[in-house]
């Protein structure tokens, strides 16, 4: 059947609004929709009703790429303003940056070393084992060796992720960087910020096309008699199936708010890395927009409590564990022999994905679907390893 096609989105994250407009301007008809009664999924901003500040509603999202044309299609729909995330880190009564660069290892162990003195220090520190590490702990170890591991990393990733780290993937530590100077920029992108009127205004930005509909408080079970002639679905692999062969594991975030007068904490993010500290950082929202900073004499900030995530909570972070894996590959399985759907984003391909990547993924499953289109042919369940 050649000609437009109907094609009918499940989720309006940045994954299924940025397939909805790259579809719709290739002469295709999007139908989008979401359970929720916002666009933007767990990128929602919104203006914190008592205050006025503008909230990262489900945990703070900084935008960061080296992808050029990424930047340019989020900056054709919002205006990006400058922000440079900068991360602190509580260690008993001290207060160190993050990521661990020179200033928090002469801190740390009080001394003044140069660039190279540190480096040939951490590196005398680093303990030999698998090579190349498999586990979190295994890399932490060969990272930063054992008294920067047990300081910063070991007690936080606990509470974050409620297992020990020997049981979790290398990869998950290696996003972090190691700096030997005083650099304290939390990211390394060329392109970093946040839009100027948040994300949730971004996202209807890309939304607004004559071409795409948008449902919202929608689910997806009962959209699937909506006409279509191809789905794609964001939400969660295994609930796509009804979790018939299991639960893949999911980490959720709790958030306990408090109203503060500003500022309160002197940085965005704050972690505790103490294992004794129920919480594993506080977010103070007013630092995520800095070009607004001085118009606010009251602040709100963010407790964030993590907890493995069951029935009826939002899945936030895959934690991706052996049986974890294991029950992907069975799903993977199961969808690649499905008609009709193609899965896509954080949830459809149980991945953690920075914000950039996401968009990424979805100008790329757009563009295979509508060759696919083009082609008669049918389009692939993954278009991206899962």
């Known amino acids: 059947?050649?000609?437009?096609?109907?094609?009918?989105?499940?989720?309006?994250?940045?994954?299924?609004?940025?397939?909805?407009?790259?579809?719709?301007?290739?002469?295709?008809?999007?139908?989008?929709?979401?359970?929720?009664?916002?666009?933007?999924?767990?990128?929602?901003?919104?203006?914190?009703?008592?205050?006025?500040?503008?909230?990262?509603?489900?945990?703070?999202?900084?935008?960061?790429?080296?992808?050029?044309?990424?930047?340019?299609?989020?900056?054709?729909?919002?205006?990006?303003?400058?922000?440079?995330?900068?991360?602190k880190a509580r260690v008993g009564n001290q207060v160190y940056a993050m990521p661990i660069n020179l200033h928090t290892i002469n801190q740390f162990f009080g001394t003044a070393m140069s660039p190279q003195e540190a480096q040939g220090f951490v590196a005398a520190q680093a303990e030999a084992g698998e090579d190349p590490?498999?586990?979190?702990?295994?890399?932490?170890?060969?990272?930063?060796?054992?008294?920067?591991?047990?300081?910063?990393?070991?007690?936080?990733?606990?509470?974050?992720?409620?297992?020990?780290?020997?049981?979790?993937?290398?990869?998950?530590?290696?996003?972090?960087?190691?700096?030997?100077?005083y650099d304290d920029n939390y990211f390394f992108h060329r392109h970093q910020g946040i839009p100027r009127e948040g994300y949730t205004a971004a996202v209807a930005s890309i939304l607004d096309h004559p071409a795409i509909t948008l449902h919202l408080s929608t689910r997806a079970e009962e959209a699937r008699d909506?006409?279509?002639?191809?789905?794609?679905?964001?939400?969660?692999?295994?609930?796509?199936?009804?979790?018939?062969?299991?639960?893949?594991?999911?980490?959720?975030?709790?958030?306990?708010?408090?109203?503060?007068?500003?500022?309160?904490?002197?940085?965005?993010?704050?972690?505790?890395?103490?294992?004794?500290?129920?919480?594993?950082?506080?977010?103070?929202?007013?630092?995520?927009?800095?070009?607004?900073?001085?118009?606010?004499d009251r602040s709100v900030i963010y407790r964030e409590y993590s907890a493995s995530a069951g029935t009826g909570d939002i899945p936030y972070y895959p934690l991706r564990l052996i049986d974890d894996k294991a029950l992907l590959e069975r799903y993977v399985v199961r969808a690649r022999a499905t008609e009709g759907v193609t899965f896509a984003g954080r949830l459809g391909s149980y991945a953690y994905?920075?914000?950039?990547?996401?968009?990424?993924?979805?100008?790329?499953?757009?563009?295979?679907?509508?060759?696919?289109f083009a082609r008669d042919q049918r389009p692939a369940a993954f278009v991206h390893p899962v």
Not at 176 to 181: E, I, N, S
Not at 353 to 372: E, K, T, Y
């Open 226 to 296: 909506i006409t279509h002639d191809h789905m794609v679905y964001t939400g969660p692999l295994d609930r796509y199936f009804d979790h018939a062969l299991g639960r893949l594991g999911y980490r959720t975030l709790r958030f306990e708010r408090e109203e503060v007068a500003a500022p309160y904490q002197g940085t965005a993010v704050m972690n505790y890395c103490d294992a004794d500290v129920p919480f594993t950082r506080i977010t103070e929202h007013l630092y995520f927009a800095p070009w607004e900073m001085a118009q606010f």
């Open 1 to 87: 059947m050649a000609g437009p096609r109907t094609v009918l989105i499940v989720g309006a994250g940045f994954t299924g609004a940025v397939i909805a407009r790259k579809l719709a301007e290739q002469g295709h008809r999007a139908i989008i929709i979401d359970e929720r009664d916002h666009v933007a999924g767990n990128c929602h901003t919104a203006r914190d009703t008592a205050t006025g500040v503008m909230v990262h509603v489900y945990g703070p999202h900084i935008f960061h790429t080296d992808d050029d044309a990424v930047w340019e299609f989020l900056n054709a729909h919002c205006a990006m303003m400058p922000y440079r995330h900068q991360v």
């Open 353 to 372: 994905l920075d914000m950039d990547v996401a968009i990424r993924r979805a100008m790329d499953v757009a563009q295979h679907l509508a060759g696919a």
């Open 133 to 181: 590490p498999q586990s979190f702990e295994a890399q932490g170890l060969r990272f930063v060796g054992r008294t920067l591991y047990q300081a910063f990393f070991e007690g936080y990733t606990r509470k974050q992720w409620g297992v020990e780290p020997s049981r979790l993937p290398a990869s998950i530590l290696k996003r972090l960087p190691l700096r030997f100077t």
